[in-house]
C-alpha cells in the first residue's frame, strides 16, 4: 500500500532529510511514485517490473 514520508520515517528510524532524499530518489528513479494531492508514496513503475519479472522467474524454476 502507500506510505507517508512519516511512515517511512517511522519504520526505517530515519530522520526526515534522509528519507526525503531516498524518496525523490527512488522517486526520480520510477521505482516508486508520489501522489502530490494525497502526499503518498507507492510501487512504482520500475519496481512493479521488477516483482513481475522476480515472480516470472519464480514459476519457472518451480516447474524445472
Not at 514520508?5 to 519504520?11: A, E, F, P, S
Not at 524518496?23 to 502530490?36: H, M
Not at 507507492?42 to 517490473?49: D, E, F, V
Request: hydrophobic letters at 40%.
Amino acid at each position: 500500500g502507500a506510505v507517508t514520508l512519516k511512515d517511512v520515517q517511522q519504520r526505517l528510524h530515519l530522520g526526515h532529510t534522509v528519507a526525503h532524499r531516498i524518496l525523490r530518489t527512488w522517486t526520480a528513479l520510477e521505482f516508486i511514485s508520489f501522489d502530490n494531492q494525497s502526499k503518498v508514496y507507492s510501487m512504482g513503475t520500475k519496481l512493479r517490473w521488477a516483482a513481475e519479472e522476480i515472480n516470472r522467474r519464480s514459476a519457472v524454476n518451480a516447474l524445472q
